[in-house]
Structure formats: C-alpha cells, structure tokens
C-alpha cells in the first residue's frame, strides 16, 4: 500500500460520501466537505496530514515516483532505435 495514493483516495471517499450524505440525510453533512477540504489546504500548505500517521501503522510505505528517482541510465536505451 503506497502512502500518497492511498490518501488521496481517501480524501476522494470523505468528499463524496459527505456530498451524498449531505443530499440524502442532512444537510449538516457538508461540513464534513468543509473540513476535508480545509485539511487538504492545510497538509497542502504544511506537508502534514493527520491521517498519514495512521497509514504508516497500518503499513504503507511512501510513494517513489519516476520523477523523483533521477534520469533514467543510458543502458536502457541501448540497442532501441
């Protein structure tokens, strides 16, 4: 389980769920979309999140992505034309 993905899935799942529940239940809901995405402002501002905590217990590991590996060796594209 990779740590970046994962909570913003999350994030997606609050946002919907409390736009649903909004519509459906009450309106009180919406302030469930406030607050996520207030708490996504402020982990965005911050580099903090209160969830990512939580998932490292739970196991996930940091995403490594293509762009933050470096340039990709010449080896690779050796022989392709």
Do not use: K
Not at 9 to 33: F, Q, R
């Amino acid at each position: 389980m990779r740590l970046e993905p994962t909570l913003r899935v999350i994030a997606g799942v609050v946002v919907l769920a409390s736009l649903a529940l909004g519509y459906l239940v009450s309106p009180y809901w919406h302030l469930l979309t406030a607050f996520a995405g207030l708490n996504l402002l402020q982990s965005g501002s911050t580099g903090w999140c209160p969830v990512i905590p939580v998932l490292r217990r739970l196991g996930a590991t940091p995403a490594t992505y293509p762009s933050e590996a470096g340039p990709l060796p010449m080896t690779q594209f050796e022989g392709q034309a």
